[in-house]
């Protein structure tokens, strides 16, 4: 089946730092890739809709210039989270969808822990 | 607006026992249905999904789900409970193919042996 990755797995980070997040479709090239977070045993929550080569559609409260995507290529998107503090904290996963099929497939899903 | 309900926080079951998992769900067109699994501190593993066809579908690890248009549910099933299927369990929906998945809040099961 499809592979998506994610890394860092894990990352700390001090507040007020910036942290880059890469999602990568292994085998397969994502028109479009979507960008969620989780928090401790709830639900994941849209973040963000990329399209590959445009901009990114943001949900309703999520801050664009604090969680800046990029989508540079069919098999790449990037989550920056830009200066971050502790309540950014949380589990971030994202999906890729490969054109012509219904399945998303999700990455691992990367911590970040802003101290 | 898409919604997806996952009425109960915890099911609990013994293991060789049946389990059920219930989903409901609200789209503005025809649904495109999920099964997701999520072990601690992992991403999402895949189950099964409904798109269209036979109202049962059979999935991954001896799960399956049947969707019921009439009552907007797509409830997760397996006859026989396992100690290993002890994760967070959650429902998705979205009414086109290519749009983001909308996910319930999820349920954690619990099989105790």
């Known amino acids: 089946g499809a592979v998506v990755s994610q890394h860092p797995s894990r990352v700390i980070c001090k507040s007020g730092t910036s942290v880059k997040i890469e999602c990568r479709s292994l085998?397969?090239?994502?028109?479009?890739m979507f960008w969620y977070r989780q928090f401790p045993k709830q639900s994941l929550m849209l973040m963000a809709t990329?399209?590959?080569?445009?901009?990114?559609?943001?949900e309703q409260g999520v801050e664009k210039d604090k969680f800046l995507i990029n989508h540079a290529s069919l098999t790449l998107s990037t989550l920056t989270v830009t200066s971050a503090h502790p309540e950014d904290s949380s589990f971030y996963i994202c999906s890729a969808h490969g054109g012509g099929g219904n399945e998303q497939f999700f990455g691992p899903g990367t911590r970040l822990t802003v101290l | 607006a898409q919604s997806v309900a996952q009425p109960e926080d915890q099911v609990n079951v013994a293991e060789g026992n049946p389990l059920t998992v219930k989903c409901t769900y609200s789209?503005?067109?025809?649904?495109?249905l999920f099964w997701y699994v999520q072990y601690p501190n992992r991403g999402l593993q895949f189950l099964l999904k409904?798109?269209?066809?036979?109202?049962l579908v059979k999935g991954s690890y001896g799960f399956e789900a049947e969707f019921n248009k009439s009552q907007t549910s797509f409830h997760l099933k397996k006859p026989s409970a396992l100690v290993s299927d002890s994760a967070l369990y959650f429902c998705a929906v979205r009414d086109q193919a290519g749009t983001a998945l909308i996910f319930g809040k999820g349920t954690t099961l619990s099989v105790s042996s």
């Open positions: 990329s399209n590959e080569g445009s901009k990114a559609t943001y």
């Open positions: 789209v503005s067109g025809n649904p495109y």
């Open positions: 409904y798109i269209t066809g036979d109202n």
């Open positions: 085998d397969f090239q994502a028109t479009t």
